[in-house]
């Protein structure tokens, strides 16, 4: 196997082990309560990472990251923009569900900054193995875990800010909170969030390969971590210059 295809399943590998530390961690109380941790999943070297605060109630169910209502929301924008889902790694700042119980429901609350500051480690992990060119922020606690500092949201959406080691992070929105927005308001704000999305339709490009467009020559082929089927490598086909 050549050195670049042993690196890409070493990664693999290693987000499988820090899915698992992650589901056994008890640093913050989140996790006792939680049905398991939600780890990320995407390309191993995605160009683009997107950070979400935690799972959410299916989330927590199924063990895969953004495929609550939220996930779905975001899945529509990734369409309208042109991108694609398979090329994002998609992930949460924290990685178990907080909530509390009203009747049978489980309700979401948001991590107090202890909680997301105990995970935070987790998520650098991720990072230094997926190295992504770019991060989007959806959110508060995204944004703060990413820049390490408080980030108002509404003030500084749709900028491209950087971290102290001069990471670019998009910060914008939660979907979750365009839900729970004014309905009078939901067009508007709709076309809002995807603005600020659409600044990061550049991160999927990358300079040509040297040896690109020759005839007959192949894709790579990526290996992409899927926490719910851990253990299993899934490979995508993918072109050798992303595009949006």
């Not at 006792?32 to 390309?43: R, Y």
């Not at 490598?233 to 210059?241: D, E, L, V």
């Amino acid at each position: 196997m050549p050195a670049h295809g042993r690196g890409l399943s070493s990664a693999v590998i290693a987000l499988r082990e820090l899915g698992e530390r992650t589901n056994a961690c008890r640093e913050c109380p989140i996790g006792e309560h939680a049905t398991q941790s939600v780890f990320g999943e995407g390309p191993v070297r995605a160009r683009l990472m997107v950070v979400g605060e935690q799972p959410g109630d299916k989330e927590d169910l199924e063990g895969r990251p953004f495929v609550g209502p939220a996930g779905r929301l975001f899945d529509r924008a990734v369409a309208e923009l042109g991108w694609s889902r398979d090329k994002l790694y998609v992930t949460n700042a924290v990685k178990h569900f907080k909530y509390e119980l009203r009747g049978k429901r489980r309700i979401h609350k948001t991590p107090a900054q202890r909680e997301a500051d105990a995970c935070a480690h987790w998520l650098e992990s991720e990072i230094e193995v997926v190295q992504p060119a770019a991060f989007i922020a959806l959110g508060a606690v995204a944004a703060r875990s990413l820049l390490g500092r408080h980030v108002a949201v509404m003030k500084e959406r749709g900028q491209w800010l950087e971290d102290a080691a001069g990471r670019r992070v998009l910060v914008t929105l939660h979907p979750s909170a365009l839900l729970r927005g004014d309905p009078e308001q939901k067009q508007q704000a709709w076309r809002a969030w995807l603005d600020d999305l659409s600044l990061a339709s550049g991160a999927f490009r990358k300079p040509a390969a040297r040896s690109a467009g020759r005839a007959g020559r192949k894709a790579p082929t990526v290996p992409h971590f899927d926490p719910a089927t851990a253990g299993k490598t899934r490979t995508r086909r993918t072109p050798t210059t992303q595009g949006s």
